[in-house]
C-alpha cells in the first residue's frame, strides 16, 4: 500500500502568513494527488487535484506543486477561514489513502 | 446545487448491524463511481470502499472492512447504501459518502456525514 506522510503535524500562524505544508508517498504516484480542506466540525472539501489544478471555486491564495514523491500545498497569504486541517489524498489506484492531516492553528 | 445527505448513524452494539444511506441530488448520480471514507473521533480520513458508475459492478473495500460491510447504489433513487454487519468499537466514526471526479478515485463533492457509535 502507498504510505502519505504529511509534515508538520500542526502549524501556528497568523493572519496574512504564508504557510506550506509538505506531503510525502512512500512510492512514486507521478502527479495523481489531491488537497482536501476541512475545518472543525465540517465534511473535508476539495482544493487541489493532479497535484497543481485548483478545484472551481477554491481560493487562488491556495496552489499545489510537486510530482514522483514530495508534493506542497502553499497558502499565500492566511484568512481567517484557513484554518482548518488539511489533508493529502493519493489517487494513484483505488486504494486510496490520506496522509494524517495537517493543522493550522491561530498564533 | 450538488449535495450528497448521508442517514442511518446511530449507536448500535458490537456484533449489530447498521444501514447507512446516502441521497444525492443535482447532479446525474448514475454517471458518477462513488466511495464511502470514515473518520474515527480525533483521527484522520479512512477510505473504505468503492463503487463504480452505472451498474456498480465493480466494488472495492479496505481490509478493515472486508467481508463485514457491503456497498450497493440504487440510481433510480439517487442513493448510495453501506450494510454494516460485525460492528467493532473501531468502527465508531463520522461515515461520509463523496462522489469521485469522472474517470479517477479522488473525491470531489462531500456529504456532511453520519456519526456511527458502536458501544455497548
Known amino acids: 500500500d502507498i504510505q502519505m506522510t504529511q509534515s508538520p503535524s500542526t502549524l501556528s500562524a497568523s493572519v496574512g502568513d504564508r504557510v506550506t505544508i509538505t506531503c510525502r508517498a512512500n512510492q512514486s504516484i507521478s502527479t495523481w494527488l489531491a488537497w482536501h480542506q476541512q475545518q472543525p466540525g465540517k465534511a473535508p472539501k476539495l482544493l487541489i487535484y493532479e497535484a497543481s489544478s485548483l478545484e472551481s471555486g477554491a481560493p487562488s491564495r491556495f496552489s499545489g506543486s510537486g510530482s514522483g514523491t514530495e508534493f506542497t500545498l502553499t497558502i499565500s497569504s492566511l484568512q481567517p477561514d484557513d484554518f482548518a486541517t488539511y489533508y493529502c489524498q493519493h489517487y494513484n489506484s483505488y486504494l486510496v489513502t490520506f496522509g494524517g492531516g495537517t493543522k493550522v492553528e491561530i498564533k | 446545487e450538488v449535495q450528497l445527505v448521508e442517514s442511518g448513524g446511530g449507536l448500535v452494539q458490537p456484533g449489530g448491524s447498521l444501514r447507512l444511506s446516502c441521497g444525492a441530488s443535482?447532479?446525474?448520480?448514475?454517471?458518477?463511481?462513488v466511495s464511502w471514507v470514515r473518520q474515527a473521533p480525533g483521527k484522520g480520513l479512512e477510505w473504505i470502499s468503492y463503487?463504480?458508475?452505472?451498474?456498480?459492478?465493480?466494488?472495492y473495500y479496505a481490509d478493515s472492512v472486508k467481508g463485514r460491510f457491503t456497498i450497493s447504489r440504487d440510481n433510480a433513487k439517487k442513493s448510495l447504501f453501506l450494510q454494516m454487519n460485525s460492528l467493532r468499537a473501531e468502527d465508531t466514526a463520522v461515515y461520509y459518502c463523496?462522489?469521485?471526479?469522472?474517470?479517477?478515485?479522488?473525491?470531489?463533492?462531500w456529504g456532511k456525514g453520519t456519526t456511527v457509535t458502536v458501544s455497548s
Open positions: 443535482g447532479f446525474g448520480f448514475s454517471n458518477f463511481a
Open positions: 463523496a462522489r469521485l471526479a469522472p474517470g479517477y478515485y479522488y473525491m470531489v463533492v
Open positions: 463503487i463504480n458508475s452505472g451498474s456498480g459492478n465493480i466494488i
